[in-house]
């Protein structure tokens, strides 16, 4: 036994932390093996020697062997400056998170920074297992330690660290979506990598973008980033974003959320929904463009303005002008909250400004602050809310246009609640001006129809006997208002709140009530029915799903002219592969396994795209089979694996190294999390295929 070999064998008898930090570099990469297949070994996250091992302490079979924290071992293995050290390193970290819960989500902020540190620089296979550790940390929901350590890696001076960073934010993003990562914090640093010196970078950048307007869509991206980018770059990412379509879907989920999944995919076997339900459960949610940007502060620049000085001019132009002035400010997305009292007190004068020009620029004013303040707005909402009513009265189309803009921008903002305004609503259905009157009925009927259920339950006690008042009104447009807001009351909440007060009711007016409920519950229910079919016409092309693990995704290829060209489904590539030079293969007649491709080269199926694989594979795997393998119905799926036993002479044949790319594809369309369903047929599709290599293993 040689020196070495002697030192190796003593090495495995020390604590974990000799060994990890030992001298010599064979000693440190052995027991970063050992520990990778530690946590390989352990099943359950409840498994008591990793749950002691992320606590502070590492258990053998059941033996502590050291007491040290696992924040101090991975950061300073992951710094190793020996490379080979260095990727084992990732791997135990990268075994360590697939078998650990959501609570090591709180050692994520210093092991990425150490990854960011030393790792994003490295050779190509530690890039990836470093990109692979932070999808892993996503998954145990530590996603502001991930954005955060993202923060650090774009400003790294090489560019070389930067795309891994971006790339890494994107398959986040694409895979986990908007409801896991937040836009926000991606949106705050492409700026910055718009104007960077290297092409990579900047490709790089507006491939997130693009992936962006998949989940907050094109509007909020283009107003929130546009004014931030140069001519050029805006006319190039213009016409990318034609090529944008269809609404994004998550592939992959959280841990906590994968618990659940078996049990759902149990209860949808026996139900067996449709795919418009699936569409339905993984609908990507509605994101808030307001929560995407910063609060602006405009009290400041305000006061700067000369604001003051011209709202008390006796020119009527000079009040217009320091009011747009206000308008202007206030049309900022999001507003910082002040004091904006006096402001309010003001803007009520000027709303019955005579001159119309200053009313209306002040009514607007209002309407932007609503929107930008939101809640913060409420209090100044309701002080003026009683003069904007009492504005209705005005017959100037421009008046009347600004006042129902503003004050529905002051409900949909939630500056008013309906059940806090009745008095104010009883005082405006009193108005001997019956415009004011059926305006005022108007504009309740779409704060109610644009509130929910709960909502309304609360306040229909309070507002039907207002209603059912005003059907008594002398004026046509004040009933026709009354009725529409007793419809509306019913659309939501039922018939049940009415039923005492239709008993007042004649015949006749009971008859037109009962007309229009019917005739809006039969515009809602085709106009829902049009829109189901609509979204779930928009996200099926986003059904395919796969495992993130094996399927690696550059921002860059969301550009039209960096995305790899794929054949025709059910064609053989004319020419050689680029890594092999096989012959054209004649589709036609199923050929031999052993003559479909060439492989004289040991190359890793992680270091290829699918496209590259699907063409060595040759037709070995049909174009009907791999549509079934990305299928969304678990049924289609099983029936492409079972497919697979039907063919066992061919398979039998396969090469090692045709086999291992074989499995590799199969389980990168499917998915490792949705093969517990049919891991038997894959078993036994196994025992056919030649045995499989140790590094097949490594990277599952």
Request: glycine share 4%; with cysteine.
């Amino acid at each position: 036994m040689s020196e070495e070999e002697k030192l190796l064998k003593e090495a495995k008898k020390l604590p974990w932390d000799d060994r990890l930090f030992h001298k010599n570099w064979k000693v440190r990469n052995e027991a970063n093996i050992d520990l990778a297949a530690l946590c390989d070994s352990i099943a359950d996250p409840k498994d008591p020697r990793l749950r002691e091992f992320g606590k502070r302490y590492i258990f053998i079979a059941g033996h502590e062997r050291s007491a040290f924290c696992i924040l101090s071992v991975f950061r300073k293995t992951l710094v190793d400056s020996n490379s080979p050290v260095q990727e084992k390193a990732l791997d135990a970290l990268v075994a360590f998170l697939r078998a650990a819960d959501a609570d090591a989500g709180r050692y994520g902020k210093e092991v990425c920074d150490a990854i960011v540190a030393k790792c994003l620089t490295g050779r190509p296979k530690t890039v990836e297992k470093a990109q692979a550790a932070f999808m892993l940390w996503v998954e145990l929901e530590a996603v502001d330690a991930f954005l955060d350590a993202m923060e650090k890696a774009i400003k790294n001076k090489v560019s070389k660290a930067v795309v891994p960073a971006i790339d890494v934010m994107f398959q986040a993003l694409s895979e986990f979506g908007a409801k896991v990562v937040p836009p926000k914090r991606i949106l705050k640093m492409l700026p910055e990598l718009f104007d960077h010196q290297d092409q990579n970078v900047r490709a790089s950048s507006k491939g997130l973008t693009l992936e962006l307007c998949r989940w907050i869509g094109k509007d909020p991206v283009k107003s929130i980033l546009f004014e931030k980018m140069r001519d050029t770059m805006k006319k190039e990412l213009e016409a990318e974003l034609a090529n944008v379509t269809g609404t994004a879907r998550p592939s992959r989920k959280i841990r906590s959320e994968q618990d659940k999944e078996p049990e759902r995919e149990a209860v949808s076997e026996v139900v067996g929904p449709g795919p418009s339900e699936e569409s339905t459960a993984d609908a990507p949610p509605e994101i808030d463009e307001y929560e995407l940007v910063d609060p602006v502060d405009i009290l400041t620049p305000l006061e700067k303005s000369g604001f003051w000085d011209g709202v008390k001019a006796t020119k009527w132009s000079e009040r217009k002008e320091a009011v747009a002035e206000l308008t202007k400010l206030a049309s900022t997305k999001r507003i910082a909250p002040g004091d904006f009292t006096e402001i309010c007190r003001t803007l009520k004068k000027l709303i019955a400004d005579v001159n119309i020009a200053v009313a209306v620029e002040a009514i607007q004013a209002i309407g932007n602050l609503a929107k930008g303040l939101r809640t913060h707005f409420s209090g100044s909402s309701r002080f003026l809310l009683p003069g904007l009513l009492e504005k209705l009265k005005e017959k100037k189309p421009t008046l009347s246009e600004a006042l129902t803009q503003t004050l529905q921008a002051m409900h949909t903002a939630g500056c008013l609640n309906l059940v806090d305004i009745v008095e104010d609503i009883k005082t405006a259905v009193k108005n001997k001006v019956p415009l004011v009157r059926s305006l005022t009925l108007n504009w309740v009927t779409f704060c109610i129809e644009t509130s929910n259920k709960a909502v309304v339950l609360k306040l229909h006690k309070d507002y039907v006997p207002i209603f059912m008042e005003c059907l008594q009104d002398g004026t046509p447009e004040v009933r026709d208002a009354a009725f529409s807001a007793l419809a509306a009351i019913a659309k939501l909440v039922g018939m049940r709140p009415l039923e005492r007060s239709l008993e007042k009711l004649d015949d006749v007016r009971r008859k037109k009530l009962s007309e229009m409920i019917m005739g809006s519950e039969g515009g809602t229910s085709t106009s829902a029915s049009s829109a189901t079919v609509k979204s779930s016409g928009v996200t099926a092309p986003s059904l395919e799903t796969s495992d993130s693990s094996f399927v690696r995704r550059s921002a860059a290829s969301m550009l039209s002219g960096k995305r790899p060209v794929q054949a025709a489904p059910g064609k053989q590539k004319g020419g050689s592969v680029k890594s092999g030079g096989s012959k054209k293969v004649d589709t036609t007649v199923q050929p031999k396994a052993s003559k479909l491709v060439e492989t004289p080269e040991d190359v890793e199926p992680a270091e290829m795209s699918l496209e590259e694989i699907e063409s060595r594979l040759g037709s070995l795997i049909q174009a009907d089979t791999i549509s079934q393998l990305k299928s969304s119905a678990w049924k289609e799926r099983l029936e492409a694996i079972s497919s697979f036993k039907q063919q066992w002479k061919v398979y039998k044949t396969l090469t090692s190294q045709l086999s291992y790319w074989f499995v590799y594809f199969v389980l990168s369309l499917v998915g490792v999390k949705k093969m517990f369903r049919f891991s038997n047929r894959l078993l036994k599709l196994s025992l056919i295929l030649p045995p499989l290599r140790k590094s097949f293993l490594r990277n599952v």
